[in-house]
């Protein structure tokens, strides 16, 4: 059974800084990509930030130069650094992971940026 546990969400000031992490489990096939989605209240989930497995990084345009994504490959894990947090950065974040068959969804880890 195929488990995306996310931690490192929380409450933060503006200006701050969080980290989120997400450990992948039970995915038989190989991990082409994993990375992390937003969804704020009333918008639509958006892409964040992703890394496939070549290590090739893209990044949400709002989030360029604050937010850094890494991945152990070792432990299939994606880490989301989050610096210079602002309120509109405010939202459930959501990792995700894709192998070769399908892709699957984290449950979502709040972040809230005080202004």
């Known amino acids: 059974q195929v488990h995306l546990v996310e931690s490192g969400g929380g409450l933060v000031q503006t200006g701050g800084s969080l980290r989120l992490s997400c450990a992948a489990s039970?995915?038989?096939?190989?991990?082409?990509?994993m990375g992390w989605y937003r969804q704020a209240p009333g918008k639509r989930r958006e892409l964040v930030a992703h890394?496939?497995?070549?290590?090739?990084?893209n990044y949400a345009d709002s989030v360029k130069g604050r937010f850094t994504i890494s991945r152990d490959y070792a432990k299939t894990t994606v880490d989301l650094q989050m610096n210079s947090l602002k309120p509109e950065d405010t939202a459930v974040y959501y990792c995700?992971?894709?192998?070769?068959?399908?892709?699957?969804w984290g449950q979502g880890t709040q972040v809230t940026v005080s202004s």
């Open positions: 039970g995915i038989s096939h190989s991990i082409s990509l």
């Open positions: 890394i496939t497995s070549f290590g090739v990084t």
């Open positions: 995700y992971t894709e192998s070769i068959i399908r892709g699957y």
